[in-house]
């Protein structure tokens, strides 16, 4: 993708995705505990083969365009 992009966007999406991977790496651990304290019932373990199962589905049947150059 950064070949299709413009050069002069290329810090700033850099400086936008480090931003986000902070945010996730804060804001990950402690949902993940809110949601244990309020569901002790269900299995953290079966909650993340969830998604990892339908992020695994998701990228079998999404097909990557072709760019024609």
Do not use: W, Y
């Amino acid at each position: 993708v950064s070949e299709l992009a413009q050069k002069a966007l290329l810090p700033t999406g850099n400086l936008l995705s480090g931003i986000l991977f902070s945010v996730g790496s804060l804001s990950g651990p402690l949902f993940g505990g809110v949601f244990l304290e309020m569901e002790a019932t269900f299995s953290f373990l079966l909650l993340i083969a969830l998604f990892l199962g339908i992020l695994f589905i998701v990228s079998v049947f999404n097909k990557p365009q072709r760019i024609k150059i």
